[in-house]
């Protein structure tokens, strides 16, 4: 397996210290360099080229979304590039925010639940593959709040599509679909890319198309 080069940002000196040791302990990971703000952490992505980019959400000069900064600026100069940003703020406008230019190579997890090794190398090796992760805490968070959302697309979709993109939002595979609907896997797939087309992600992989359908349908006020 080809080890994953990091670059890792993070202001808070006994995070960074941390989560740089965290890195350091997998043969499967190396880090590149360390930053404790978005200008630092441009240099240093321009300098070394790394694999995935771990980020804080708020670092200096502004404090406020520099994490979300840094990925956009990753979609566009590098795109190739993953990034798994670390938050302390479930709240759902900064998940979506970042998945907004897509959510290929792009995962949002929470400081208090990265436990350990695991979990943020499964992370990394996910957006390394253009994967996408969602931390499930911020995900319940997105179904509380989608009162307060405002409408998307999902009014074009057909009642069955509306049904079956209810329970993708439960986790459920094709499979599981079919038999909690009682019809064809294949019916439940035809629904499925036209619930992608209707949404605009025909381009996405898979996994991708899933994960920004689901968060169109939790950000709905009229979704479920």
């Excluded at 995935?52 to 566009?76: F, H, N, Y």
């Excluded at 992370?123 to 998307?152: C, F, K, N, Y």
């Amino acid at each position: 397996m080809a080890v994953i080069r990091v670059a890792l940002a993070e202001d808070n000196v006994l995070l960074r210290e941390g989560i740089s040791r965290i890195i350091d302990a997998r043969d499967d990971l190396e880090l590149v360099g360390t930053a404790c703000d978005l200008p630092e952490l441009l240099d240093l992505i321009q300098k070394e080229e790394p694999d995935v980019v771990v980020t804080d959400i708020r670092m200096p000069p502004t404090g406020t979304d520099e994490g979300i900064q840094a990925a956009s600026w990753l979609r566009k100069h590098r795109p190739q590039v993953g990034v798994v940003v670390l938050s302390q703020f479930t709240a759902p406008a900064y998940a979506l925010a970042l998945l907004e230019t897509g959510s290929a190579g792009r995962a949002y997890l929470l400081k208090e639940r990265v436990a350990g090794v695991n979990e943020l190398a499964q992370a990394i090796h996910t957006v390394a593959q253009a994967g996408s992760m969602i931390d499930p805490v911020v995900v319940d968070e997105l179904i509380q709040a989608r009162s307060t959302r405002r409408t998307s697309d999902l009014s074009w979709l057909t009642p069955r599509e509306s049904e079956i993109l209810g329970e993708m939002a439960q986790g459920k595979s094709n499979a599981a679909i079919a038999s909690s609907l009682q019809v064809s896997e294949r019916a439940v797939e035809k629904h499925t890319n036209s619930i992608f087309s209707k949404l605009g992600l025909t381009e996405e992989k898979e996994v991708n198309r899933r994960v920004k359908a689901v968060l169109v349908y939790l950000s709905d006020p009229g979704g479920g």
